[in-house]
């Protein structure tokens, strides 16, 4: 009995030391991840960074309410799509090419990005089945002020982001198209609460529905191309916006 309960102890300590690593690690990784976004090398950006996801993604394996690698993922998986995977898919997007490999791979890193966007709502006490249902936009703003705070602003950004392009690409299935009032009401609650989050993140949000969405839902690709300027005036080398 003895030599079962010093066995027991063992693993338990062992257990609470490796999480105690693993969150370790990821608030370091978390702490010095917006520099990933102000890389002016398109080149080293696309390289380097699917390696970093990989290891926080087994981080996360190892302590999945880990809610800093949780945005990691979700915002790390969001811009990849954005910034590399969408920008190699364009031409292929908007002349409709046969060859759709590019844009299934664009599709693939949002729907990652999505996917640990739901794990995160479960963290914070949002079901999946709950979040997805269609009347959820229209509680959403008093869902959120409940269980979310300033400190899941980040996450939420990336995942309305990463859902509404993801979306956007495949607008001719309308059962995507049915969830776009979810990302719109998401983007909308974490724009209000946080206006200048991700270096102004909003207003490229803005930049991308003005230049996506038909005149008669408010798109102008004047208005987007004023707001582009607005940002490279401000942060000249902001990755994102120069890719879009």
């Known amino acids: 009995l003895a030599l079962y309960l010093l066995f027991l102890a063992t693993l ?20 010095g991840s917006n520099e990933l976004l102000r890389e002016g090398n398109w080149e080293h950006f ?4 699917p390696a970093n996801l990989k290891l926080i993604e087994g ?12 945005t990691l993922l979700i915002k790390g998986y969001g811009a990849y799509a954005f910034g590399v995977a969408e920008t190699e898919a364009l031409a292929d997007i908007l002349l409709e090419s046969e060859d759709v490999s590019l844009t299934h791979q664009t599709i693939m ?3 990652k990005a999505i996917f640990y966007g739901e794990k995160y709502m479960n963290a914070k ?17 008093k869902v959120f002020n409940k269980k979310m705070s300033d400190g899941d602003y980040v996450a939420l950004f990336y995942f309305a982001q990463s859902l509404g392009s993801s979306i956007n690409i495949q607008r001719e ?11 719109i009401k998401t983007m909308n609650w974490v724009c209000k609460k946080a206006p200048s989050i991700e ?12 230049s ?15 707001i582009l300027k607005k940002i490279m005036r401000g942060r000249p080398y902001e990755l994102l916006a120069q890719q879009y």
């Not at 996506?212 to 004023?226: C, E, F, R, Y």
């Open 12 to 31: 338990v300590s062992c257990s609470l030391v490796s999480k105690v690593a693993v969150k370790t690690t990821g608030s370091v990784i978390y702490q």
């Open 46 to 49: 696309k390289n380097g960074t």
């Open 59 to 70: 981080l996360w394996y190892s302590d999945q309410e880990n809610l800093e690698l949780l």
């Open 109 to 111: 890193f949002y729907q």
């Open 125 to 141: 006490g949002i079901k999946t089945s709950d979040f997805w249902d269609k009347g959820f936009p229209e509680k959403l703003n």
């Open 173 to 183: 299935d309308l059962s995507k198209m049915a969830k776009m009032n979810h990302a």
């Open 199 to 210: 270096r102004s993140g909003c207003d490229l949000y803005r930049a991308i529905m003005a």
């Open 212 to 226: 996506s969405l038909p005149s008669i839902m408010g798109g102008s690709q004047n208005k987007a191309k004023a």
